[in-house]
């Protein structure tokens, strides 16, 4: 049900600034900004046209409140499909509580999160995926993001589902009819065409979860973990990548106590770097927990960048190699790039020994100085070749949200079992009833089906005020 009230909230973030943007939508929005609005020329702004501006003050009686530009869109010409009103006033705290208390007693109610956005899906000026995408777009903070929030904002990955699920619909419908002539027994949809269709459709949707791997950590963010023993130089390293003293760094074994997190933009995508406490044997209580956090992180990372120091493999070398195997072991769905810090302290000659040695493990393997900052950008550049941004590159549409994936996992397998009925000759009474699931899954990403618990859902977690 559309709601029917004049909604107002701040639209900009709070707090005090050079602007501020309250925003009004609802059928007395209009009349509810003319209420309070005095323009310099003498305009009545309900009788203004559609996207314009005007200049003019916030007054309640001969109280004035500020200098204001009011902004008009009538609906369906606006972002929800209703009369629209913005109001950039000046951006202080007092005077952004005042126009909207103000607001409040001349009609409006407080907006909820995300009801703005809300309203342009109820009014379908956004499908659910694209109205998804502004919550996207809103909280990207890396290139790789923005791009793929902006594609789907859009309507790519919406105008891919509905393709499908048309084509789908079609021969559904003579799926159907052919259960009205069932006593004539004949065939109204073509199963040769129909078995290429489900074979095209199921293309698509094995690409687009296959994409979902990608989608997931462009947009979280590549959680990548520094392990390594304590002492060789993996504060030295985060500060090398980030290049900013964010760890201390100390010729002290066990400096790095805890975890240190911290976030880095290369090309593009977004990595999560994590300092660990050096793995050793210890008898500190409190050195021994960040060990623990240490392997609680491995866990949860993506990647694993095993640190250790030239100096010391060329002492302990064998000993490197079964700490560097029983890593590899015991985290095997992780990808492994093992760094050789302090190369700086050695010849060619001696970076090759160890290369070679180290060959047998068959891992990502690169040589760096993290001190004298040479070999971080190689490090960079293969970290970057972990992540697949070839259909990032090619503008292909990417998913990224859990629920379109779920939806698609779920759609693929109801594809399958109608792939098996024309297979087997099962009636069409039983392929109808996966077609229609088929269907019902794909309306669950674009929103032609839905429910209130699956919108408060969504929109929830979007800013009040959007």
Do not use: W
């Not at 789908?168 to 009205?180: C, G, K, M, T, V």
Request: with cysteine; aromatic share 6%; charged share 25%.
């Amino acid at each position: 049900m559309i709601p029917h009230e004049t909604i107002v909230a701040l639209a900009t973030p709070s707090g005090a600034g050079a602007i501020a943007i309250i925003r009004l939508s609802g059928a007395d929005a209009i009349a509810i900004a003319a209420d309070v609005f005095e323009s310099v020329s003498g305009k009545d702004i309900s009788k203004q046209k559609t996207h314009t501006i005007h200049l003019g003050h916030i007054v309640d009686g001969t109280k004035v409140y500020d200098q204001v530009l009011l902004s008009i869109f009538k609906g369906p010409n606006s972002y929800t499909g209703e009369n629209v009103v913005e109001i950039s006033c000046h951006g202080s705290v007092f005077i952004q509580q005042q126009i909207i208390q103000l607001l409040l007693r001349k009609g409006a109610k407080m907006a909820q999160a995300g009801e703005f956005t809300l309203r342009a899906f109820l009014n379908a000026k956004l499908d659910l995926s694209q109205a998804e995408a502004v919550a996207d777009l809103i909280s990207s903070d890396n290139e790789a993001s923005h791009q793929i929030a902006m594609q789907q904002m859009r309507g790519g990955f919406s105008n891919e589902i509905a393709k499908l699920r048309e084509e789908l619909l079609n021969f559904a419908s003579l799926i159907e009819l052919e259960l009205d002539f069932a006593e004539e027994d004949v065939e109204f949809a073509d199963r040769t065409a129909f078995y290429e269709l489900l074979t095209r459709i199921e293309f698509v949707l094995k690409r687009l979860i296959d994409s979902f791997a990608v989608g997931n950590v462009i947009k979280n963010g590549i959680p990548v973990a520094i392990v390594g023993e304590p002492n060789v130089g993996k504060s030295t390293l985060l500060n090398a990548l980030l290049n900013e003293e964010r760890a201390i760094v100390s010729d002290i074994a066990g400096t790095t106590r805890d975890t240190i997190e911290d976030e880095l933009v290369i090309d593009g995508i977004g990595f999560r770097f994590i300092d660990t406490a050096g793995i050793r044997e210890t008898k500190d209580v409190v050195e021994s927990i960040g060990i623990q956090k240490t392997f609680e992180k491995i866990e949860q990372a993506q990647v694993v960048l095993y640190l250790f120091e030239s100096l010391k493999f060329q002492v302990s070398g064998s000993e490197y190699i079964n700490e560097i195997e029983k890593v590899k072991n015991k985290y095997p769905l992780k990808t492994l790039l093992v760094v050789i810090n302090k190369v700086d302290l050695l010849t060619n000659d001696q970076i090759s020994n160890i290369q070679q040695q180290l060959e047998t493990l068959n891992v990502k393997l690169l040589p760096i100085s993290a001190k004298q900052k040479t070999g971080i950008d190689d490090l960079k550049n293969q970290l970057l070749s972990f992540v697949n941004t070839g259909a990032l590159r090619n503008n292909e549409t990417i998913v990224t949200n859990t629920r379109h994936y779920d939806s698609l996992l779920k759609a693929l397998e109801e594809i399958q079992k109608v792939r098996f009925g024309l297979d087997n000759n099962i009636s069409s009474d039983f392929m109808a009833i996966d077609i229609r699931q088929a269907l019902f899954h794909f309306g669950e990403i674009t929103g032609q089906v839905s429910n209130d618990e699956l919108l408060g859902n969504i929109f929830a977690n979007f800013c009040i005020g959007k």
